[in-house]
């Protein structure tokens, strides 16, 4: 029997890096029967599967993503992807979203700690990089009237299709629900902004136009969604896993507080270290031969981007985190035409967040009387992160 169809869903949201270290060393590229993937998992294979979109393309069949959005940013490939993010991208420039560190996530920040600071302890994700990410969020997009919980919930429902791998119905069924609630909440407002245009990239999605053409109605509502789950998700996830990583080592932790220019290298190596995204899905075009496996024309490729952060080929000792590593950029955010279009966003809220909690509270060390559970393999995250503080 191949190491492939050992390998449980359950084995994978549990820890997949154990399973991502066998694989790299033994089947590189393993078809793996409960998830119904390819995974790719060594450095080099999955740089070569994310920049070739013609061999390896994003417009999968099935998706997904497509399923649950609607066809998508992430879902397409050449003109049509193209098109959609010349017309999302303008409005992630510095140019335009520059002020947000200060103007808008350093406030946000700083209400959510006040809210704990005299309290002495405090989950960081449920109390600090959940609602700093979903605030931020709807600022950015333009849905300040939807309740932090309903867009939460959006997050988790949606997600939870995007995920859906082994086509479980029941899970389908919850993000379908989710995708058509967030579609009738955006009616109203798109017809709000037709005539009332603002600064939201809900509105520069809208109005913005490229060689005399706009996203229709239906690209609008499906790309929001991929904005929805990215924005909670991969930022929320980057803000705890980035923290977790700094005060599980306490020696790292006091250079960043005596060295504030630590910071973004310490953000990026807890991204490499823990990476909140752990795969781009792929299909392969035609026939081909990667690292030896001969793949079918049609054959769901799962590009481990986790698992290429980990790769002892490219990293020297991987599994260690290292503020002082320089080694070079990570795939958290992928690479290739995929490259995640919301990362300096991302990279803003966590940065200003670090910096917002070592001017606060620059004791705050982990609580070692509150285990920390982390979960998940397409989407990892801790649960709760306690930390307390003299």
């Known amino acids: 029997m191949s190491v492939g169809t050992e390998i449980t869903v359950e084995q994978l949201e549990a820890d997949p890096y154990p399973i991502y270290k066998q694989l790299r060393a033994e089947a590189p590229v393993c078809f793996v029967e409960s998830v119904g993937l390819w995974l790719v998992t060594r450095w080099d294979d999955v740089q070569y599967v994310d920049k070739a979109p013609e061999l390896f393309t994003g417009e999968t069949e099935p998706s997904t993503l497509n399923r649950t959005f609607g066809k998508n940013l992430l879902g397409s490939e050449g003109a049509y992807h193209d098109r959609i993010r010349s017309i999302i991208y ?4 510095v140019g335009a979203i520059g002020h ?4 808008v996530v350093a406030p946000i920040a700083n209400d959510l700690v006040d809210a704990f ?3 002495g302890e405090a989950d960081l994700v449920s109390e600090f990089a959940e609602p700093l990410s979903a605030r931020v969020l709807k600022r950015a997009l333009g849905l300040g009237f939807v309740e932090e919980e309903t867009l939460r919930r959006w997050f988790v429902e949606l997600a939870t299709g995007a995920a859906n791998f082994e086509g479980d119905p029941e899970k389908q069924r919850i993000a379908d629900a989710a995708s058509q609630e967030v579609n009738e909440t955006l009616a ?10 603002n600064d939201t990239l809900l509105s520069s999605m809208l109005h913005t136009e490229v060689e005399g053409r706009k996203l229709t109605r239906e690209e609008i509502q499906s790309n929001l969604k991929v904005m929805i789950v990215g924005g909670l998700q991969a930022t929320t996830d980057l803000i705890a896993l980035s923290l977790w990583a700094i005060l599980s080592y306490p020696e790292q932790w006091e250079q960043v507080r005596a060295d504030p220019k630590l910071v973004d290298p310490a953000i990026e190596e807890a991204a490499r270290w823990h990476s909140p995204v752990g795969t781009l899905t ?3 075009m035609r026939d081909t031969e990667l690292a030896g496996v001969k793949l079918e024309r049609g054959a769901l490729i799962a590009a481990v981007l986790a698992s290429a952060n980990h790769d002892e080929r490219n990293w020297s000792d991987p599994e260690r985190y290292d503020i002082h590593r320089r080694e070079g950029s990570h795939l ?3 690479t290739g035409p995929h490259l995640c279009v919301g990362a300096r966003l991302g990279r803003y809220q966590a940065r200003t967040g670090w910096r917002v909690l070592i001017d606060r509270i620059p004791t705050l060390g982990l609580d070692p009387g509150r285990p920390i559970e982390i979960r998940g393999w397409e989407f990892r995250s801790p649960r709760q992160l306690w930390v307390r503080w003299s």
């Open 90 to 93: 303008p409005w992630f420039r």
């Open 188 to 197: 109203p407002v798109l017809e709000r902004l037709e005539t009332e245009p």
């Open 282 to 284: 792929r299909q392969t």
């Open 332 to 334: 958290a955010f992928a």
């Open 117 to 119: 600071a005299d309290r």
């Open 100 to 103: 947000f560190p200060d103007e």
